[in-house]
């Protein structure tokens, strides 16, 4: 499997490379994949080997991995303007038609935008935004950030601090004043007896009593993920925004929505508050905004904090925030050209064609025993493995089940990645129905095989 000469690819990658989020004892083993170049959904690696990305990269390459028209888009700009900043009233053309196109896509009447170069950036910014506003409007103390337990919103010191996952202790987080509420997993966190709606009710209470317990007046915002994503693909119980939004909105805290995986259609909407039906008061965006071809991240505000952030920004006399390739016109151009071709050029659409295929895909799996919950919207969806279904008991985590569940269905061709026990399948916007049957075939044969040896 792994080419051990001193020369090879492997044995380079392990000892010049300090890998992040990545199982050691499996790339020890196995070696890292090493990838040369794609075609369509497809990457392949310095072995020649094909690999079907099940993932789309990190749920970003939805349009796959050589579109042309792209491509040739970033060609074109940096031909045209290879690179500008957006400090001191400057910024490039590009720049201006990528934020007037964010705020007509998004679900706001009006906006502003901010530029990044990733999501985790575009978090802490936000949060920067917030302590900011609060403290220009005579509110200093409004600097608490509630978030919920297994969200991700990035690895930042500050966006860590909000991903509230047990891994983040290693880093001596999360910082003071960020606080976690309950994951809105109901088949794992839903009690005996509990109906899905008392479930979000239950929530709901237990937000409002955090509110209240911290002080109303201390908390600078809310931050969710319509469905939580690195958390395991978590879709929140019915009617959980609509429970939790008049809440935030009694005690005047920002509700700001990381629409960093679903904004721009994997739900099967532009955005994932339009499949849960709510309103934010702020988007944050990344990964798919330029289909994986630049880093970028935006946050775009609603009209009434974009309001707010301006009029403090103009009694301050600036915002004194921003990073050096924020608003890249590269980026822009290919953001630009991205939202094209995922808004028309069938890619949004095939979202909501092939979700019938997934969900039915996901439900056959599921009927493997070992196999405790199916769950999903649009084209993202886990598989969570148990070793007993009736009791929800998780396996022994020392098996590292969804590490070898992944480890043979990249044996077998096909990417798609670990999550807790869960296996985690968010597909390129462009998948076919054939490739949608080899990724299935290749995961059932990956679970058949995993399960006999475990089980
Ligand atoms: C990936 C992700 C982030 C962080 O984005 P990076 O570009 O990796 O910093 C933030 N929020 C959500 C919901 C994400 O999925």
Same mark, same amino acid.
């Given at each position: ?58 749920? &970003?390459? /939805?349009? !796959?991995?050589?579109? #042309? =028209?792209? %491509? ?5 700009? @940096?031909? +045209? *303007? ?85 891994? &983040?202790? /290693?880093? !001596?987080?999360?910082? #003071? =004043?960020? %606080? ?5 997993? @109901?088949? +794992? *966190? ?266």
């Amino acid at each position: 499997m792994r080419d051990n000469a001193p020369n090879s690819w492997e044995s380079r990658a392990d000892t010049y490379s300090l890998y992040g989020f990545t199982d050691l004892p499996s790339v020890h083993e196995r070696g890292a994949v090493v990838l040369t170049h794609g075609k369509g959904p497809y990457v392949f690696d310095t072995h020649g080997r094909q690999y079907l990305d099940a993932n789309s990269g990190l749920w &970003n390459m /939805v349009a !796959g991995f050589d579109h #042309p =028209g792209l %491509i040739a888009a970033a060609k074109a700009q @940096y031909d +045209r *303007f290879p690179g500008y900043h957006a400090f001191f009233g400057r910024m490039s053309d590009q720049t201006v038609m990528l934020s007037q196109k964010l705020v007509e896509v998004s679900p706001f009447e009006r906006g502003r935008v901010f530029y990044t170069n990733s999501g985790s950036e575009a978090n802490d910014t936000m949060v920067k935004m917030l302590w900011f506003m609060h403290a220009a409007e005579g509110n200093p103390q409004r600097r608490k950030i509630i978030t919920r337990i297994n969200a991700y919103h990035g690895v930042t010191a500050v966006a860590a601090s909000m991903t509230a996952k047990p891994y &983040n202790s /290693v880093f !001596g987080l999360p910082l #003071p =004043g960020f %606080i976690h509420v309950g994951c809105p997993h @109901y088949w +794992r *966190f839903g009690q005996t007896g509990e109906s899905e709606e008392q479930f979000t009710a239950r929530l709901a209470k237990e937000l409002e009593a955090t509110i209240i317990k911290e002080g109303p007046d201390t908390i600078a915002g809310f931050f969710a993920e319509p469905v939580m994503g690195a958390g395991g693909v978590i879709v929140p119980p019915k009617g959980y925004f609509q429970a939790i939004l008049p809440i935030l909105k009694r005690y005047n805290i920002p509700m700001i929505s990381d629409e960093v995986i679903t904004g721009f259609g994997r739900t099967g909407n532009t955005w994932g508050c339009q499949t849960f039906d709510f309103m934010p008061d702020a988007i944050i965006s990344s990964k798919n905004i330029t289909v994986g071809l630049f880093p970028m991240g935006a946050v775009i505000l609603g009209p009434e904090l974009a309001d707010r952030v301006q009029a403090a920004a103009e009694k301050v006399e600036e915002f004194p925030h921003g990073f050096t390739a924020s608003g890249h016109p590269v980026g822009c151009a290919i953001a630009l050209k991205a939202i094209d071709v995922v808004m028309n050029e069938g890619l949004a659409e095939n979202v909501r064609t092939l979700t019938p295929k997934f969900e039915a895909g996901m439900a056959y799996l599921a009927q493997n025993k070992n196999i405790g919950e199916a769950r999903g919207v649009g084209l993202m969806g886990a598989l969570e493995a148990v070793k007993d279904k009736a009791t929800k008991t998780p396996f022994d985590g020392s098996l590292s089940v969804s590490e070898r569940i992944a480890n043979a269905c990249t044996d077998h061709g096909l990417i798609c990645r670990p999550l807790g026990q869960a296996i985690v399948l968010c597909p390129p916007f462009i998948m076919t129905d054939a490739q949608m049957d080899e990724m299935f075939n290749k995961l059932g044969d990956a679970l058949k095989t995993v399960f006999k040896q475990v089980a």
